[in-house]
């Protein structure tokens, strides 16, 4: 490929776009979100991106927190450069504050240089949420659209989630919420009541209860490796949304229909399918991407658990990313910090 470089370039200039700002953008959007997350992850799929690995910080005297960088470049018609650097400390939420917390920043692809700072926890939930609403929507075409759900570990992603299933047309007759928090469960139950759900909701003590009767299950935990273990509590042959990655044993994989949205990406940091490949010695057990599935290549059958095992790729939160900065250029809001790059003369 051959790259053309302007001979002009206009000054650069950086802006900072905040939370509020973010949320105002995508508001309302879930299926034009769900559309946009889709084209990217397509594009990723037929090549058309750069997404390395992701770069895990990690603290030896506080192993339950983290701090993950995630690099990545989208070609296409939206051609942006950029890196989300997005922060996991679970004892926030004890503190009142959410787990999560994150910066996007897009870069310029002709100059490199880099033009904006978002707040991107709600970019993160976006493209997160939007990737699972369409995979429970692809990987549950051949076997009837599931009417009861239920979300294991309901934190924001568990609502993100539930706000984009809603808001692409999904409604459900029951919904179970299991939790190892009373009272995480309990805020998630007043939430799903703010948004007027029409059939009952129940609280399960026990995630077995809340597993056999769910045909859609999601699980948006944070453990950090297997609590679910026995592969009977998936005879009904539901759709596993696995968006936590860790919580299935090995076993329950290796009984499922595996699609993942990176078969690399998927297969580290000892998430349940990596687990399965260090057991197995092989990826076999993978049926295929959700891209697969989306262009017909696999057809996950309906006498098996199928999981969805997705990483998370950085792509795609480029795609909301620039999505959001375009709306909000588009409003004439853009807070643009003056003399931001200033070393702009290279003699001076
Ligand atoms: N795959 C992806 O692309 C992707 C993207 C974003 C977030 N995530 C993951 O989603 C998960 C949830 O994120 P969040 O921001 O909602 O976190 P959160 O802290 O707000 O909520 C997590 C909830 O899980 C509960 N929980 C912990 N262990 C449990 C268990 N064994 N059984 C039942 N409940 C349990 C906690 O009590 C809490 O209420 C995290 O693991 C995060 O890494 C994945």
């Known amino acids: 490929m051959t790259i053309t470089r302007p001979s002009t370039v206009a000054a650069p200039h950086f802006s900072v776009i905040s939370g509020a700002q973010v949320q105002q953008a995508l508001e309302g959007k879930e299926q034009p979100i769900v559309e946009l997350v889709e084209a990217a992850y397509r594009l990723h799929s037929a090549g058309a991106s750069v997404n390395p690995d992701s770069y895990f910080l990690r603290f030896p005297d506080r192993p339950s927190d983290r701090i993950i960088a995630l690099p990545a470049s989208l070609g296409g018609e939206t051609r942006v450069n950029g890196l989300k650097w997005i922060s996991s400390f679970p004892h926030n939420v004890e503190a009142g504050l959410p787990r999560a917390s994150a910066v996007l920043i897009l870069n310029d692809c002709d ?27 692809w990987l549950s075409r051949d076997r009837g659209r599931p009417a009861r759900v239920g979300f294991i570990g309901v934190g924001l992603i568990a609502r993100y989630i539930h706000t984009f299933l809603r808001g692409t047309g999904w409604a459900f007759d029951e919904i179970g919420v299991h939790d190892t928090s009373t009272d995480s469960a309990a805020g998630f139950c007043a939430y799903l009541e703010r948004t007027g759900c029409s059939g009952p909701i129940t609280v399960h003590d026990r995630p077995e209860d809340l597993i056999r009767s769910s045909d859609l299950v999601v699980f948006a935990t944070v453990a950090g490796e297997p609590h679910v273990h026995d ?40 998430t349940s399918p990596h687990l399965a490949e260090q057991r197995t010695g092989n990826r076999d057990f993978v049926a295929g991407t959700l891209d697969d599935v989306m262009a017909g290549r696999v057809r996950p059958p309906a006498d098996r658990p199928v999981v969805f095992s997705p990483f998370g790729l950085g792509v795609l939160d480029l795609a909301v990313g620039k999505y959001v900065y375009d709306e909000v250029a588009r409003a004439g809001e853009l807070q643009v910090v003056d003399g931001f790059f200033h070393e702009l003369r290279r003699y001076g």
């Open 111 to 137: 100059t490199g240089y880099p033009f904006a700072c978002l707040e991107a926890s709600i970019i993160s939930a976006t493209r997160t949420a939007a990737l699972a609403a369409s995979a429970a929507d």
């Open 231 to 270: 592969v009977s509590w998936f005879d009904h042959n539901p759709v596993v949304l696995h968006v936590s990655l860790r919580d299935l044993s090995p076993d329950i994989v290796l009984a499922s229909t595996n699609i993942v949205d990176d078969v690399d990406h998927c297969m580290k940091a000892n």
